[in-house]
Nanobody, 126 residues
Framework: QVQLVESGGGLVQAGGSLRLSCVVS????????MGWFRQAPGAEREFVAA????????AYADSLKGRFTISRDNAKNTVYLQMNSLKPEDTAVYYC???????????????????WGQGTQVTVSS
């Protein structure tokens, strides 16, 4: 069993920054690809970013490149999402997820991730 707990969400003005954290417990964290997804009201859950177990490879949704940065600290079993220059359209519930199948290959589809956190709300005001 794997548990993921996100934190760091909140209310921020447009142009501001937030850093989300996700702590993983229950299995060897360093074997996972970790991803962040988000879901806005009335919309489907969408890929945001992901990082391989070593941290050597990352991937981002095209629309978020340059503003969001994913990183991980395997010693702390934690993955981070630094979000800068936030826009109102970034408002969503943000989820971290673990893909335990292929630790060196990044996948971007919701169904390919095995474990999910409960989500943290990010609200960006205009």
């Amino acid at each position: 069993q794997v548990q993921l707990v996100e934190s760091g969400g909140g209310l921020v003005q447009a142009g501001g920054s937030l850093r989300l954290s996700c702590v993983v417990s229950g299995r060897t964290f360093s074997n996972f690809v970790m991803g962040w997804f988000r879901q806005a009201p009335g919309a489907e859950r969408e890929f945001v970013a992901a990082i391989t177990w070593s941290g050597g490879n990352t991937a981002y949704a095209d629309s978020l490149k340059g503003r969001f940065t994913i990183s991980r600290d395997n010693a702390k079993n934690t993955v981070y999402l630094q979000m800068n220059s936030l826009k109102p359209e970034d408002t969503a519930v943000y989820y971290c997820a673990a893909d335990i199948s292929l630790p060196t290959r990044i996948r971007v589809t919701v169904s390919e991730y095995d474990y999910w956190g409960q989500g943290t709300q990010v609200t960006v005001s205009s």
